[in-house]
């Protein structure tokens, strides 16, 4: 189990009970001038053409220098390689659903102490007092209670049995397994929670990090677009060079078409492992990675594209793509269904009815019938014989 000051610390981070904590980092999300997948590129583009005019820029602002626009251009690459938003929150949210079903095994484990010490001490003035220093009075419904208080839970349930175990087995209430079971599902949950509380850091850092880098960047760049465009104010074909639209627009066209998005589950959750084809082109093909992302580079055209994974449906949607546009298609797969067993008929068999026997046949083991048959056989010879029908 951890440390109390770990604890605290962990306390204090993970205010959040069930999801990653992001109103902070939603708050900061920065507005850029384009589309994130051209924004850099767009951004190099513009800085190389301000090296290339740069004594005209220098004429406006002394800081316009070899240096200068070396840092700039280092900024937006090292920006570039930062890790993608999506993958750090679906690592956050991974981390989060194991610590929830370590809170689930605290509940389920808590309702068999809280039995056993009802079974052991009901009846008696003590019950109140041995739930209470069990814990359970301040532990609640496990889908919900607050990380700190299932902690809080675990270490005194662990105590108590500590010294009240052999009264709980004496008494028939629990087996000793009890004991070891707390002790596990408390060093899992703390380990659990840690985890957490380090990725859901990383999230929260990661994209503090990545925001801060993209004002770093708009903090030059919009200066030097607008200087640009000042400078070449009465020459149209320079001026563009300066323009967002149109630098957007030539590095659109230097970029192949591509399909890009999520693939969920049925019930909306990210699909890792999901296979993206493209029909006819074998050659082009995507899995998505843990949060369901995929992303698929090709020639502007229509195509059919397939989404394939085990125990889904396929789903196959058509999209006709653009030079330098890459779209966003989001799939959601459904579960095959499950078909019901088939029963065969059995035929019944085609065999020719025995005859019934002869009058005369002995019927088993029944003397009186076979006694009757025979004077009925003796009478019907001696009838023919005298003309008599019988």
């Known amino acids: ?24 980092t939603l708050a900061e999300t920065v507005r850029l001038p384009c589309a994130r997948e051209y924004f850099f590129q767009m951004a190099l583009t513009a800085w190389g053409y301000c090296r290339a005019d740069l004594s005209l820029f220098f004429n406006v602002s002394d800081r316009y220098q070899d240096k200068f626009v070396e840092d700039q251009v280092g900024l937006i690459e090292s ?61 609640g419904s496990p889908s919900s209670e607050p ?36 002790t596990e599902t408390a060093i899992g949950f703390s380990a659990a929670w840690a985890d957490f509380i380090a990725k859901e850091k990383a999230f929260i850092d990661g994209t503090k990090t990545l925001n801060d880098g993209l004002r770093g960047i708009l903090k030059e760049l919009t200066p030097m677009l607008n200087d640009g465009k000042v400078i070449f104010e009465f020459d149209p074909v320079n001026r563009k060079k300066f323009t967002v639209a149109e630098l957007v627009k030539e590095v659109r066209g230097k970029h192949p078409a591509g399909l890009a998005g999520y693939t969920y589950n049925d019930l909306g959750k990210g699909m ?50 653009q030079a330098g546009v890459t779209s966003r298609q989001n799939v959601t797969l459904k579960p095959m269904p499950v078909a019901a067993p088939v ?31 025979e004077m009925l056989e003796k009478a019907s010879v001696n009838g023919k014989a005298n003309g008599v029908a019988v």
């Open 272 to 321: 890792e492992g999901v296979l993206v084809q493209v029909e006819g082109q074998p050659d082009k093909s995507a899995v998505t990675d843990k949060s369901g992302k995929y992303q698929l580079s090709l020639a502007k055209g229509s195509f059919n594209f397939i989404f394939t994974a085990a125990g889904m449906e396929t789903q196959v949607v058509a999209r006709t793509l």
């Open 1 to 24: 189990m951890a440390s109390k000051t770990t604890k605290d610390a962990n306390a204090a981070a993970a205010a959040s009970t069930t999801a990653p904590s992001l109103q902070s």
């Open 79 to 139: 920006v570039k390689t930062l890790p993608d938003v999506q993958v750090r929150l679906a690592e956050a949210t991974e981390a989060n659903e194991a610590l929830a079903a370590w809170r689930q095994q605290a509940g389920s484990l808590s309702k068999r102490l809280g039995n056993a010490i009802n079974y052991a001490f009901g009846g008696t003035t003590k019950l109140e007092a041995e739930r209470k220093l069990a814990g359970l009075d301040q532990f």
């Open 147 to 182: 990380w700190g208080n299932v902690d809080r839970f675990l270490t005194k349930a662990n105590t108590y049995l500590d010294t009240k175990l052999e009264v709980l087995i004496t008494a028939k209430a629990a087996k000793a397994d009890l004991r070891t079971q707390f």
């Open 343 to 373: 029963v065969e008929a059995v035929p019944t068999a085609n065999k020719e009815a025995a005859p019934p026997p002869s009058i005369s046949e002995p019927v088993g083991n029944y003397p009186l019938a076979n006694a009757v048959a």
